[in-house]
């Protein structure tokens, strides 16, 4: 589960610089709304953990051809890119975040950069319907 406290750092972390999504709210609107925005971000947030479930909404994201350089002409010389919805953005943040403290709780990282496995597995912090 997550937070407001949380909601709100991942708010202030965004960068206004980045596009918004296919709703058209992009960071700096988040940032603007924050106040009102941070309790029912952390609701849908806990309810999508809780239920297992993301909103087919912020899965959505429109392919956009973005130029590289060279020839303008040759379809080689662009990449695609997919502006995900900011909500999504926090949403995946909050999951990095558990993941990352589930992982650094189960591995350990030695002086030779191998990385050595705990006794406890990794997936016995999971339950059945995320797994």
């Keep these: 589960m997550i937070a407001s406290f ?18 058209g709210k992009g960071p700096k609107v988040i940032k603007l709304c924050k106040v009102f925005l941070i309790q029912p971000l952390t609701a849908l947030i806990n309810n999508c953990i809780s239920q297992g ?5 912020l899965k ?31 949403f995946e943040k909050h999951i990095a975040n558990q993941l990352h ?8 990282f030695t002086s030779e950069n191998s990385i050595r496995v705990s006794k406890a597995p990794l997936l016995s912090n999971c339950t059945y319907k995320y797994c």
């Design 6 to 23: 949380e909601v709100t750092k991942f708010i202030d972390q965004l960068n206004t610089n980045k596009s918004a999504g296919v709703n």
């Design 53 to 57: 479930k993301f909103p087919d909404m």
């Design 101 to 108: 403290i589930i992982i650094s709780g189960n591995y350990r």
């Design 60 to 90: 959505l994201a429109n392919v956009v051809p973005l130029f590289k350089g060279d020839a303008m002409k040759d379809p080689n010389n662009y990449r695609p890119i997919s502006p995900l919805p900011t909500i999504s953005k926090l």
